[in-house]
């Protein structure tokens, strides 16, 4: 099945940028829609954004004009675009990858971001 490797977390200022990178190892990745999810101290995982195997993009209302999701088919990469982050964009962002037609997905390890100045 997928392995997703997480990277680019880090601290960053009110406003900053980071881009979060998951690496998948699959030899199927066009079958695959992935989404990042995020879980802050003491809540919930929440989706942040999707992509899907059409190429469609779905985006939490909290992340829509600043987050950008994409994919790199070469580099069996997902990539999420941050921009003009806020402290409460701080959490651990995670990598979610569901095959065609599976029920449920696979998860990255995480990766912290961390937004205050």
């Known amino acids: 099945q997928v392995q997703l490797v997480e990277s680019g977390g880090g601290l960053v200022q009110p406003g900053g940028s980071l881009r979060l990178s998951c690496a998948a190892s699959?030899?199927?990745?066009?079958?695959?829609?992935f989404g990042w999810y995020r879980q802050a101290p003491g809540k919930g995982r929440e989706l942040v954004a999707t992509l899907d195997i059409s190429g469609s993009t779905n985006y939490a209302d909290s992340v829509k004009g600043r987050f950008t999701i994409s994919k790199d088919n070469a580099k069996t990469t997902v990539y999420l675009q941050m921009s003009s982050l806020k402290p409460e964009d701080t959490a651990v962002y995670y990598c979610n990858a569901k095959k065609f037609g599976a029920t449920v997905g696979i998860w990255g390890q995480g990766t912290q971001v961390t937004v205050s100045s």
């Open positions: 699959t030899g199927t990745f066009w079958l695959y829609t």
